[in-house]
Nanobody, 116 residues
Framework: QVQLVESGGGLVQAGGSLRLSCAAS????????MGWYRQAPGKQREFVAR???????IYADPKKGRFIISRDNARNTMFLQMNSLIPEDTAVYYC??????????WGQGTQVTVSS
């Protein structure tokens, strides 16, 4: 079992920044990759970014460069730095972990609201 707890969401004005955190616990050795997804009202959950065990980063839209995923192995925590936020970034952001057996674990989500 892997437990994930997100934090850092909130209300921010367009152009502002937020840093989301995801604290992992449990069978940490089984985690192959961790990532962020988001779900806006009335829309499907979509991929945002992922970081593998080896530190390889994958982004949904690398050309924009507004979001940066990172991790602190010593604290078993993953981060998503979000810059130049726009109202379209408003969503519930979910932390995800993929373990060796291919199973996915999810956090409870944290709300991000960007006002115009």
């Amino acid at each position: 079992q892997v437990q994930l707890v997100e934090s850092g969401g909130g209300l921010v004005q367009a152009g502002g920044s937020l840093r989301l955190s995801c604290a992992a616990s449990g069978r940490l050795f089984s985690i192959n990759a961790m990532g962020w997804y988001r779900q806006a009202p009335g829309k499907q959950r979509e991929f945002v970014a992922r970081i593998t065990r080896d530190g390889y980063r994958i982004y949904a839209d690398p050309k924009k460069g507004r979001f940066i995923i990172s991790r602190d192995n010593a604290r078993n925590t993953m981060f998503l730095q979000m810059n130049s936020l726009i109202p379209e970034d408003t969503a519930v952001y979910y932390c995800n972990a993929i373990v060796a057996e291919g199973k996915n674990y999810w956090g409870q989500g944290t709300q991000v609201t960007v006002s115009s």
